[in-house]
Antibody
Framework: EVQLLESGGGLVQPGGSLRLSCAAS????????MNWVRQAPGKGLEWISA????????YYIDSVRGRFTISRDNSRNTLFLQMNSLTTEDTAVYYC?????????????WGLGTLVTVSS | QSALTQPASVSGSPGQSITISCTGT?????????VSWYQQHPGKVPKLIIY???DRPSGASNRFSGSKSGNTASLTISGLQAEDEADYYC??????????FGGGTKVTVL
């Protein structure tokens, strides 16, 4: 059974940093492109970052480029999101999501999410 | 990258069919067959219900169907049921090698 479990969320002050983790199991993690998607309270889904299976290529939405860094450790089946210079606009539930093995840019498995609250 | 445009809400009576539109540009929906749809019940995780414009993953109801014409994709829910009351999001791959979602549509079963 495919499982994705995020951790690392919490309350942080503006300008602070957090590192999110996503532990994967039940599939060949090292073969799967992975993504982070966030959802602000009461708002819609927002794709923020993607990483190829090897970890060699990264993609970011403009609003987080230069502040967030996506990475992975295939030996530990874990995806990461380092978030720096956080603002109140980054307050959201952060989901990790697996891209389907079909390679069609759909996300077939999602974690339960971890809440990040940026507030003074 | 601007979000895809979806109606904020759509409603229908049980048994009816409803259609949710998702409008993008020639840089996303109009260019690729990589359109997906997600269902999200309140407080729950998004669930993939359509991929590749019109294909259904195993486990998704066959009452969901998808299509695309030009820069606009559509999700049709036929035989509307109470359990279909949820938020629905479209997503598309873009020429920037990113993914963009729609703003979401709240479906209400009257």
């Amino acid at each position: 059974e495919v499982q994705l479990l995020e951790s690392g969320g919490g309350l942080v002050q503006p300008g602070g940093s957090l590192r999110l983790s996503c532990a994967a199991s039940g599939f060949t993690f090292s073969s799967s492109p992975m993504n982070w998607v966030r959802q602000a309270p009461g708002k819609g889904l927002e794709w923020i970052s993607a990483l190829t299976a090897s970890g060699g290529t990264t993609y970011y939405i403009d609003s987080v480029r230069g502040r967030f860094t996506i990475s992975r450790d295939n030996s530990r089946n874990t995806l990461f999101l380092q978030m720096n210079s956080l603002t109140t606009e980054d307050t959201a539930v952060y989901y990790c999501a697996r891209e389907s093995p079909r390679g069609d840019c759909s996300y077939d498995y999602w974690g339960l999410g971890t809440l990040v609250t940026v507030s003074s | 990258q601007s979000a895809l445009t979806q109606p904020a809400s759509v409603s229908g009576s049980p048994g009816q069919s409803i259609t949710i539109s998702c409008t993008g540009t020639s840089s996303d929906i109009g260019r690729y067959m990589y359109v997906s749809w997600y269902q999200q019940h309140p407080g729950k995780v998004p669930k993939l219900i359509i991929y590749g414009v019109s294909d259904r993953p195993s486990g998704a109801s066959n009452r969901f169907s998808g299509s695309k014409s030009g820069n606009t994709a559509s999700l049709t829910i036929s035989g509307l049921q109470a359990e279909d009351e949820a938020d629905y999001y479209c997503g598309s791959y873009t020429t920037s090698s990113t993914l963009v979602f729609g703003g979401g549509t709240k479906v209400t079963v009257l």
